[in-house]
């Protein structure tokens, strides 16, 4: 709508760089499947006949739209909610970040199972309005010399927790 001129985070997708242009990946996050009791599932394809809880809109919940998933999927207004849904015994499993899992755990007291392995790991990258070269290479530029001087990593440490490195995929 214009209100804002910067994303600080958007998953990039083929669909999305239509209407935005997209600096480099600053951070991967890792969705992984999370159920309530039991063995996570490992794999896509052992998602499918589940019925499976997302955020509606986000990255996971395209993915399971473009790789024909065959269960039912429960798209939730937020992470939380879909982790919630699980709770309520609504679904089978949710596909959410696995941060949000491991708060949404923690902060709830929950033993919530969180899978080891991530079905999906898309970069987390700024975002601007299609058109705005100028403004994301800066963006990018900045991201390039924050990374170069450390900065990135102290930001990172201060405000996420430990830091990893990983690569965007």
């Known amino acids: 709508t214009g209100e804002a001129d910067i994303l600080c985070g958007m998953f990039y997708s083929p669909e999305r760089g239509t209407q935005f242009e997209f600096t480099q990946p600053h951070t991967v996050v890792h969705y992984v499947p999370v159920v309530s009791s039991g063995v996570s599932p490992s794999s896509f394809f052992q998602l499918n006949g589940l019925t499976v809880s ?43 970040a696995r941060l949000s899992a491991e708060h949404f755990r923690e902060n709830r007291n929950s033993t919530i199972v969180i899978g080891d392995v991530p079905l999906l790991s898309p970069g987390y990258c700024f975002a601007v309005p299609s058109g705005e070269q100028a403004l994301v ?7 390039r010399a924050s990374v170069a001087n450390g900065a990135y990593r102290r930001s990172f440490e201060k405000w996420m927790g430990n830091y990893i490195e990983d690569e965007p995929v």
């Open 54 to 96: 997302v955020q509606e809109g986000d990255i996971a919940h395209e993915y399971l739209l473009e790789n024909h998933f065959t269960g039912e999927i429960l798209a939730c207004v937020s992470q939380e909610e879909a982790l919630t849904l699980l709770l309520d015994g609504e679904c089978d499993c949710a596909l959410v």
């Open 137 to 143: 290479a800066e963006l990018s530029e900045g991201l």
